[in-house]
Nanobody
Framework: QVQLVESGGGLVQAGGSLRLSCAAS????????VGWYRQAPGKQRELVAS???????TYTDSVKGRFTISRDSAKNTINLQMNSLKPEDTAVYYC???????????WGQGTQVTVSS
């Protein structure tokens, strides 16, 4: 059974930083596709950053240069370092892991990130 549990969200002022972590069980973050998504109120869920099983990194344009996704094989976690946060980054952030790139995969319960101006 695959389980993903996010942590690290919270309230931060614009320009600040947060680090999100997602603890995975039932799936290896090292050899599978993992990523972070977010959903703001009234908007669709969108991809923030991802790593494929081959190690290819993808970032949505609005976070390039500010966010960094990584995976810790020893702890089996997926991390998202978020710097220079902006109010428009406010959303619920979800981690996702999948065995196959085109499958919907598995989701965590989400963690709220709120950036005040």
């Amino acid at each position: 059974q695959v389980q993903l549990v996010e942590s690290g969200g919270g309230l931060v002022q614009a320009g600040g930083s947060l680090r999100l972590s997602c603890a995975a069980s039932g799936i290896s973050v090292r050899v599978n596709h993992v990523g972070w998504y977010r959903q703001a109120p009234g908007k669709q869920r969108e991809l923030v950053a991802s790593i494929t099983s081959a190690g290819k990194l993808t970032y949505t344009d609005s976070v390039k240069g500010r966010f960094t996704i990584s995976r810790d094989s020893a702890k089996n976690t997926i991390n998202l370092q978020m710097n220079s946060l902006k109010p428009e980054d406010t959303a619920v952030y979800y981690c996702n892991a999948k065995f196959f790139e085109l499958s919907p995969g598995y989701w965590g319960q989400g963690t709220q990130v709120t950036v005040s101006s």
